[in-house]
């Protein structure tokens, strides 16, 4: 396109609403073609109601091909205005059986409401949409939340509440001026910060929301002493003579940097660092480090900790760049700088469970039963998650047998029977299904929170989600692009299959007639001209079914993963949280069960030679009993939880029989016996008819 200067087409008209008002922020970039003598607003252009973007983002004006425009600026010269009652009107009203045309500041004159996205609908003053909001108690008027200035909590046209704060309001002239200067990526709530609710309410209402960076990101070195290195000696005692600044490169009074912080620096010879690769932390940051609860949970060795000793008496005093801050406070800034101690999963739900109180909540459990019984407990007006969860394993509704259970063990069999529930679909990755009845009860919200439960509380890595529910989890459904994997409908999937390689338009439009009752059903059907359309119409059949059918039961689910910030520690670091979701653990060895278990008994008892060889065997196949019978025996659980087991699994060794397993204590007892043959028949026998029985005891509930 060959664009004009700026300037030069302030004088021409738009060939659409006839006026040469050049309002960015009104009437959207004001365009002429050169070649072909043609001038539109950018809104004008997009909210005409007979015309689509067929060509490429530079192919005639903003993708709107030449012949198209002029073709409706021919329709629209039939249609009269219902304001200004001129000719020329290309935009209409998406109302049913509503037949008002008009130009575009027509529209914004009479107070339509002209949303940008989705199809670029339309909607004159009649059945414009209205923001419905309860009776509230505000009787005088309130700021806008922009400009300040004070305007009445009433929602017209030009007042709009966000959807996520109820006392924010603003002028919608205000609400389009930031929107365009933000930019898709930081327009948010003036309040909250919230994006994902308030862009969708503000593109309701009319906002244009441009996808394009931030106006203040576009500014040529905008932050250029952003880049500039700290550089200056902060310990309590500097010894170069040239003062704190100075910074002399490959000498002793090179500065070095806090490796956790970068906000503080030393000379190498202030803090007697022999060499510019030795690590260094300032004072607050040694501090947290070393004395903090989180450091006390898991401790990492420090390199060059043989400078402790020197380097302790120079940093007495904290760094004069860093405003002080409570113990607690300094932790959680520390713990979002990225440092390499605190990026693994395990460290991360530590980190979760930090929340969980001292007092405790005791759960009645139906083994037999297990969804059904935790649902009743989670719901019980008294459950609450940051409690330490006590287990008791009960048989009937009577109470009369109960014995205390394992917390992990519940744990475990909940996330087993989550992952076959009916509101999951798929084969091994799994995404949310569409179940009526579950939506109904509110099952889905259930779900979110009890693997959010979970994963604090010492649970398994549910392993079961599809990347697709882990990425719209993460990113949004808006970023996130379905594969033909995630459809788990046969007959969905064979109609896909059958567009996608269809060879010529024949058989593509024979397929496509074949399902057009579907395709209509599902909002699919689009204008197909060329083969390579079918790529599009098969993107929107797995948008549709993957994401979109599911929307409601997602939206709940992910309500419920909000439970004790599991779900804000997912969008932080998926990386770490990928692995546990969407990805089974690591098959048990026999390596891993014999570092798993601390020996609690003489290291000369032959029990413990013959557990070894007994792990040995079971991993090289020569048992019935496989390494995860093993574990459940011990623990009730089926592999390592993420965080790992509390209290940690002990072996002992007993003059007795046959092997015990304690769940409640995560305690293994090995018979003492004569032989290694006995000892292998007797493990066998014990591991595999306990795990034989509580089967049973499953499968005679279910069958009741």
């Known amino acids: 396109m060959n664009e004009n200067k700026p300037g030069d087409s302030q004088n021409l008209a738009c060939v659409f609403c006839r006026k040469n008002d050049d309002c960015a922020n009104k009437y959207g970039e004001k365009k002429t073609n050169e070649k072909w003598n043609l001038t539109v607003h950018y809104y004008c252009l997009l909210m005409s109601s007979g015309i689509w973007q067929r ?89 806008c939340t922009i400009c300040l200035e004070f305007i009445a909590p009433i929602p017209t046209y030009s007042v709009l509440r966000s959807p996520c704060c109820k006392n924010a309001w603003f002028h919608r002239d205000c609400v389009q001026v930031q929107a365009i200067n933000a930019g898709v990526f930081f327009f948010r709530c003036t309040i909250c910060n919230n994006s994902d609710i308030f862009q ?5 209402m009319g906002i244009h929301i441009p996808e394009k960076d931030a106006s203040w990101e ?3 070195n905008a932050y250029q002493e952003l880049l500039e290195p700290y550089a200056r000696c902060d310990v309590r005692r500097c010894r170069c003579k040239e003062g704190r600044d100075y910074n002399g490169p ?10 956790c912080c970068g906000s503080s620096g030393t000379h190498l010879a202030c803090s007697s660092l022999q060499s510019w690769e030795q690590n260094w932390e300032c004072s607050e940051c040694r501090s947290i480090i070393y004395n903090s609860d989180f450091r006390k949970a898991k401790k990492h060795s420090l390199p060059n900790s043989n400078n402790a000793a020197i380097t302790d008496c120079l940093l007495e005093e904290s760094s004069p760049k860093l405003p002080r801050q409570s113990p607690g406070a300094q932790s959680k800034d520390l713990l979002r700088q990225g440092s390499k101690f605190r990026r693994d999963i395990s460290t991360i739900l530590i980190e979760l469970g930090f929340q969980i109180k001292k007092k405790s909540k005791r759960l009645c459990i139906k083994k037999a039963d297990i969804w059904n019984s935790a649902l009743d407990e989670f719901r019980n007006q008294n459950f609450n998650p940051s409690y330490i969860i ?77 990347k697709t529910l882990f990425n719209c989890l993460v990113y949004g459904p808006e970023n996130t692009q379905p594969i033909l994997d995630d459809v788990s409908d046969f007959d969905v999937a064979q109609i896909i299959i059958r567009i996608k390689t269809a060879t010529n338009m024949d058989d593509l439009n024979s397929v496509i007639n ?11 059907l689009r204008l197909i001209k060329t083969l390579t359309d079918k790529y599009m119409l098969v993107e929107d059949i797995l948008v549709y079914h993957v994401i979109k059918r599911v929307q409601a039961p997602f939206e709940s689910f992910k309500q419920g993963l ?20 969407c990805h089974k653990p690591e098959t048990l060895s026999a390596k891993s069960l014999r570092d798993l278990f601390t020996v609690h008994t003489l290291p000369n008892v032959p029990a413990l030679g013959f557990w070894n060889s007994y792990l040995q065997s079971v991993e090289d196949g020569k048992s019935a009993i496989t390494m995860k019978d093993i574990l459940i025996f011990a623990t009730g659980c089926n592999s390592i939880p ?8 002990s072996i002992e060794c007993l003059h007795m029989d046959f092997p015990v397993g304690n769940k409640c204590n995560n305690c293994l007892a090995l018979p003492i016996t004569s032989t290694y043959k006995k000892f292998q028949e007797n493990m066998d026998f014990a591991i595999r008819n306990t795990l034989r029985l509580e089967k049973e005891k499953c499968s005679h509930y279910d069958g009741h």
């Open 562 to 581: 909000k439970t004790l910030g599991v779900l804000e520690k997912i969008q932080m670091y998926p990386e770490a949280f990928c692995n546990i979701l």
């Open 250 to 259: 490959d000498s002793k009074w090179e500065i070095k940097r806090c490796q």
């Open 55 to 143: 060509g490429e983002e530079e192919e005639g004006v903003y993708g709107f091909l030449i012949e198209d425009i002029r073709k409706e600026v021919t329709r629209a010269s039939k249609l009269k205005c219902s304001v200004c009652k001129k000719n020329g009107a290309s935009i209409g009203c998406v109302a049913p059986r509503c037949k008002r045309s008009y130009h575009f500041p027509c529209g914004l004159q009479r107070e339509c409401i002209f949303q940008f996205t989705g199809n670029f609908a339309s909607f004159c003053w009649k059945h414009r949409p209205v923001q419905i909001i309860t009776p509230n108690n505000y009787r005088d008027s309130v700021p």
């Open 218 to 220: 576009l500014e040529e």
């Open 390 to 466: 006590e287990v008791v394993f009960i048989e009937n509704d009577n109470f009369e047998r109960e014995h205390p259970g394992s917390k992990q063990e519940f744990l475990s069999l909940l996330m087993q029977h989550l992952e076959n529930s009916p509101m999951f679909e798929g084969s091994l990755s799994k995404n949310l299904s569409l179940n009526s009845q579950a939506l109904k009860e509110n099952l889905y919200y259930e779900a979110g929170k009890m693997l959010a439960i979970s994963l604090v509380h010492g649970g398994p890595s549910p392993g079961f989600f599809s």
């Open 514 to 524: 074949e399902c057009y009752n579907y395709l209509e059903l599902i909002g699919c």
């Open 642 to 649: 993420p965080a790992g087991f509390k209290p940690a699994p």
């Open 200 to 204: 969708k309410e503000m593109l309701r």
